[in-house]
T-cell receptor, first 116, second 111 residues
Framework: DTEVTQTPKHLVMGMTNKKSLKCEQH?????MYWYKQKAKKPPELMFV???????INESVPSRFSPECPNSSLLNLHLHALQPEDSALYLC???????????????FGPGTRLTVL | GNSVTQMEGPVTLSEEAFLTINCTYT??????LFWYVQYPGEGLQLLLK?????DKGSNKGFEATYRKETTSFHLEKGSVQVSDSAVYFC??????????FGGGTRLMVKP
């Protein structure tokens, strides 16, 4: 199983709502990533979890709150978002983040978020 | 810091035409290089990779050669199909497994 799943596929929310994005992998990977992708742009790294601990936060606003409940699951909690936060949110996982050689990142299909 | 520059699109080709998408990079060390593909409505898939100079990555008829002297990793395919229509991202990775992406190139193949 080389699949990363993300739910929901689409999400529309108001600026006062609280919602969560979910990501799951069963490949035994110990690194998981959240990316934000705006239209016609490359993905931008937001957070990295390594062995269920937050290792990288790319200066993301606190209205985005990641959580890694276990090694297979990654959540992104959303609160008080702005319309400019509308984007495709991609989750990825890899064996780990360290090591001599690159560990391939496997991407999920993404959640398309619209903030009204 | 590291950076990746790839040709702006869209690139529009007829089916069976030859494809080249240029990619050049700037890195402080010896990065690994990648091409990722994103089909409409999907996430990114690793298309091919090369980890050292003169390596050639290949997959599904696509090829790219790691050229250290020109700091390039151009993507080529001899005969494109309509199903190859997608956005292609060149990327590099150094320490820590983090990816630096180019801006992406949209390929449109017409029957």
């Amino acid at each position: 199983d080389t699949e990363v799943t993300q739910t929901p596929k689409h999400l529309v929310m108001g600026m006062t709502n609280k919602k969560s994005l979910k990501c799951e992998q069963h490949m035994g990977h110990r690194a998981m990533y959240w990316y934000k992708q705006k239209a016609k742009k490359p993905p931008e790294l937001m957070f990295v979890y390594s062995y269920e601990k937050l290792s990288i936060n790319e200066s993301v606003p606190s209205r985005f709150s990641p959580e890694c409940p276990n090694s297979s699951l990654l959540n992104l909690h959303l609160h008080a978002l702005q319309p400019e936060d509308s984007a495709l949110y991609l989750c990825a996982s890899s064996r780990e983040t360290s090591g001599y050689s690159y560990n391939e990142q496997f991407f999920g299909p993404g959640t398309r978020l619209t903030v009204l | 810091g590291n950076s990746v520059t790839q040709m702006e699109g869209p690139v529009t080709l007829s089916e069976e035409a030859f494809l080249t998408i240029n990619c050049t990079y700037t890195a402080t060390g010896y990065p690994s290089l990648f091409w990722y593909v994103q089909y409409p409505g999907e996430g990114l898939q690793l298309l091919l990779k090369a980890t050292k100079a003169d390596d050639k990555g290949s997959n599904k008829g696509f090829e790219a050669t790691y050229r250290k002297e020109t700091t390039s990793f151009h993507l080529e395919k001899g005969s494109v199909q309509v199903s190859d229509s997608a956005v292609y991202f060149c990327a590099l990775s150094e320490a820590g497994n983090m990816l630096t992406f180019g801006g992406g190139t949209r390929l449109m193949v017409k029957p």
